[in-house]
């Protein structure tokens, strides 16, 4: 868990996805289109991404991606991040992480 927490610090915003994972892809565009540039970790291309997604489920991501940290904390799965821009926060978290300007 250590690892995914000091990755999930190495950025504004960090996303932790599958590349077949279609709600990784539909939070990746949601989070560019807002201006951020993510990094992003895509654990079936990582050696080590079996042992990071089970640190992820650890966190209490279920499913285990998307994940995402925003300013250094996660933040959580699609659910949270849609929830999150429906009520107007999400911008605001982006711009307190200084990942967008406004």
């Not at 993510?38 to 209490?60: F, H, I, S, W």
Request: aromatic content about 6%.
């Amino acid at each position: 868990m250590d690892m995914v927490n000091e990755l999930g610090a190495g950025g504004p915003v960090v996303i932790f996805s599958k590349n077949n994972c279609c709600m990784s892809h539909a939070i990746m565009v949601l989070i560019r289109g807002f201006g951020a540039n993510p990094v992003v970790y895509e654990l079936d291309r990582l050696t080590n991404g079996v042992q990071m997604e089970k640190a992820l489920t650890e966190l209490g991501c279920s499913p285990s991606v998307p994940a995402v940290f925003i300013g250094k904390k996660f933040v959580g799965g699609s659910n949270e991040i849609m929830s999150l821009n429906v009520k107007g926060e999400l911008k605001k978290l982006l711009i307190k992480a200084n990942a967008i300007w406004m």
